[in-house]
């Protein structure tokens, strides 16, 4: 879903379906199992990201979010917070910007 967030024209999602999304993220995550938590925890950064109407809505949600955990064995991987990327991706000037492909 984030990778087709990312190049998907905005006039061709259904905003009312993320907005709902949203809110089932922030209910659900904390409880989800780990790899499920690091998908949501990225789709709301992807649509933070490439749906300016929606931006301040996965902010907030991501406020009242806060850090997710996710276990990823014994790595340095960390999993990124959700308003500090959106806020650095705006500090960009690259909210809303859309790509030519996805990458998988």
Not at 67 to 90: L, N, R
């Amino acid at each position: 879903m984030s990778a087709y967030l990312g190049i998907v024209s905005n006039d061709l999602l259904e905003i009312d379906f993320h907005r709902k999304m949203i809110d089932r993220v922030e209910k659900e995550i904390h409880s989800s199992e780990n790899h499920l938590k690091y998908c949501m925890n990225g789709y709301l950064i992807a649509l933070g990201c490439a749906v300016p109407e929606l931006t301040d809505a996965c902010r907030e949600a991501g406020k009242r979010i806060g850090k997710v955990e996710v276990f990823m064995g014994e790595t340095s991987c960390k999993t990124p917070e959700i308003v500090t990327y959106i806020d650095k991706v705006a500090g960009l000037n690259r909210l809303g910007k859309k790509k030519k492909f996805a990458k998988c």
